[in-house]
């Protein structure tokens, strides 16, 4: 149990144009997601958590008009990616909780930006 | 199917030393991190392994054995504050990540 799935896996964009990432849990019910970036070999960083059916709290330096997040229900929330840029290429990583110790992670999605 | 093992949770001594193992079954193999995450906070990295071999950083270190498919972190000269999840992720061939569960590690005075 506890599966969490991401789509796409990988795309590739063009500059200027918009991405739309989708976060499920598939068994059970997530009241909170969290979307992370990963750099390459290393940290994970938190971008944004979200609960269901309110606004998603960024974290500090992560631009809310660039990067909006709906989480619309207990089972899915989207990342969309506005006016892309070559700099947005990386790896987007959510995860969905029931409690703090239970963060189930998704297998993450690689944006690449040309 | 792919998989990554580890166990559920461990209890320790504070100043003592602690194993977490992880095995893995993936489609391949491009890197195995391990991250560490206190309830309520995002994961902080801990180390990448590619290569087989100990990757010693501080009073952690991990170990990556490619052809078993095995890795550890080693927690050494434990602390209360190391009390936390260790969550194991294996990168596969398609450059997904395959995660395990976590491993709630509890430290005892």
């Known amino acids: 149990g506890a599966v969490v799935s991401q789509h796409p896996s990988r795309v590739i964009c063009k500059s200027g144009t918009s991405v739309k990432i989708e976060c499920r849990s598939l068994d059970f019910q997530a009241t909170t997601m969290f979307w992370y970036r990963q750099f390459p070999k290393k940290s994970l960083m938190l971008m944004a958590t979200?609960?269901?059916?309110?606004?998603?709290?960024?974290e500090q330096g992560v631009e809310k008009d660039k990067f909006l997040i709906n989480h619309a229900s207990l089972t899915l929330s989207t990342l969309t990616v506005t006016s892309a840029h070559p700099e947005d290429s990386s790896f987007y990583i959510c995860?969905?909780?029931?409690?703090?110790?239970?963060?189930?992670f998704g297998p993450g999605t690689r944006l690449t930006v040309t | 199917g792919q998989n990554i093992d580890q166990p559920t949770e461990m209890t320790a001594t504070e100043g003592a030393i602690v194993q977490i193992n992880c095995t893995y079954q993936?489609?391949?193999?491009?890197?195995l991190f391990w991250y560490q995450q206190h309830a309520g906070e995002a994961p902080t990295f801990l180390s990448y392994?590619?290569l087989d071999g100990l990757e010693e950083k501080g009073r952690f270190s991990s170990f990556l054995s490619r052809s078993k498919g095995y890795s550890y972190l080693l927690l050494k000269e434990l602390q209360m504050k190391d009390s936390a999840s260790y969550l194991c992720?294996?990168?596969?061939?398609?450059?997904?990540?395959?995660w395990g569960a976590g491993t709630k590690l509890i430290i005892k005075p």
């Open positions: 979200s609960n269901e059916g309110s606004k998603a709290t960024y």
């Open positions: 392994n590619v």
């Open positions: 993936t489609s391949g193999f491009n890197g």
């Open positions: 995860s969905a909780s029931t409690k703090p110790y239970e963060q189930y």
């Open positions: 992720a294996v990168r596969d061939s398609n450059y997904q990540l395959i």
